[in-house]
């Protein structure tokens, strides 16, 4: 018994074990980078054509392949897709916007919202989507998001001028824009300049007379670079007061040959062959049986611009004289009969146009006309008109 006791007593003396192991703990702050939204121009950017009127290659809805400078009109599109990405999570994504505005860079006037749209999963490199020197390639639905963006010129009331236009992503933590901002004017002011007057004065019954120049110009907004497609047309001349006219069979002087009146066509006005026939004032002047006939071109043109004139053309006279079109309107078929310098020498993005034709702003057509007066003829023929159209390409 006192030996139990003793053994007992000596475990009393021994240190107290609570555990096996023990701890202690520390915090942790872990904060995530407000990550500032990303945006990228992706492989889709296309300029459409309007419903108002249509070009010489392309209608409403086409992409407008023939517009090579930096204006644009009312209803004329501008269609862009976007990808955009916010490490933090796509939520956090406020608005991707298009937005116009005098100066470069986030926070212009937004003009229209884009729309999100499906993407494939793997990122276009036409995209060039990098995060400094790391080429994105896989899409991430939780962190990526395809827009498409549809921005439509309104009219010069709301937009008149020189902007930049870009699309812009609008973040929680930021905004971005497109690398690739663009510079449009728009709804440039359309003119034509017309210096100088067609008048001939004490012409002889049976003769052919020639009016002084007449300069004709493209008087757009400086700065637009609107290039101008040159027409032109006429209609019949008339004596406003009552004198007793005739020339040569009743009181009108006609302008040209009903062949080149559009109404005796028919359905066939699509062929410029049509009015290849040349201005016949020379053929018609020096004959008897033809001076006194009432169906004849009464008024032809010569033209120069820089290297071309109309005597290029074919329907041109051995002066280089051209016949000119009926119409008080623009037609579509100006395209193929009454361009004022007529040759297909020069090609806009794979369309024929005519060099010396297309002008620039300030660019000037140096213009005569030659009168055929036919026999007998009195009056005073003051009351019609000659048109010129400028049609922006």
């Known amino acids: 018994m006192k030996k139990i006791l003793a053994i007992f007593a000596a475990l009393l003396l021994l240190p107290a074990v609570l555990a096996v192991d023990t701890g202690a703990g520390i915090g942790i702050g872990i904060t995530p980078e407000e990550f500032p939204p990303h945006i990228w121009l992706c492989d889709s950017r296309i300029v459409t054509d309007d419903a108002v009127e249509s070009g010489r290659d392309t209608d409403v809805s086409d992409e407008l392949y023939e517009r090579i400078e930096n204006y644009a009109f009312e209803g004329e599109q501008i269609a862009l897709d976007v990808l955009v990405m916010d490490k933090n999570k796509i939520e956090e994504v406020e608005d991707v916007v ?35 020197e790391e080429q994105l390639t896989e899409f991430d639905e939780d962190t990526m998001d395809y827009y498409e963006c549809i921005f439509t010129v309104e009219t010069p009331n709301s937009m008149y001028g020189e902007y930049f236009v870009t699309v812009e992503v609008i973040g929680v933590d930021g905004e971005a824009t497109i690398d690739e901002t663009e510079y449009w004017f728009l709804n440039p002011a359309i003119a034509l300049s017309v210096d100088g007057s067609v008048s001939f004065d004490e012409v002889r019954p049976g003769s052919v007379a020639y009016s002084t120049p007449v300069l004709v110009g493209n008087d757009a907004d400086e700065g ?20 007793g006219a005739k020339c040569p069979t009743t009181n009108h002087l006609k302008l040209s040959q009903d062949l080149r009146s559009k109404a005796s066509l028919g359905a066939d006005v699509s062929s410029g062959a049509t009015y290849s026939e040349q201005c016949d004032i020379d053929s018609w002047i020096n004959t008897a049986a033809g001076i006194g006939e009432d169906n004849h071109d009464h008024l032809c043109y010569y033209a120069t611009n820089g290297a071309y004139s109309s005597a290029d053309a074919g329907n041109a006279d051995a002066e280089g004289y051209r016949p000119i079109v009926y119409s008080d309107v623009f037609t579509r078929d100006f395209y193929n009969d009454a361009e004022i310098i007529s040759n297909d020498a020069l090609v806009i993005s794979g369309i024929a146009y005519d ?34 159209w400028g049609e922006a390409v």
């Open 355 to 388: 060099a010396g034709n297309v002008l620039t702003p300030g660019a000037e057509i140096a213009i005569e006309f030659k009168l055929g007066l036919p026999e007998p003829c009195v009056g005073d023929f003051s009351d019609g008109d000659i048109f010129f």
């Open 224 to 243: 637009s670079g609107v290039l101008l497609d040159m027409f032109i047309s006429g209609t019949d001349f008339y004596d406003p007061a009552s004198s």
């Open 98 to 132: 298009v937005t116009i505005g005098s100066s470069f860079g986030v926070g212009q006037d937004i003009e229209v919202e884009c729309a999100e749209s499906s993407g494939p999963s793997q990122i276009p490199t036409e995209c060039n989507a990098r995060l400094g």
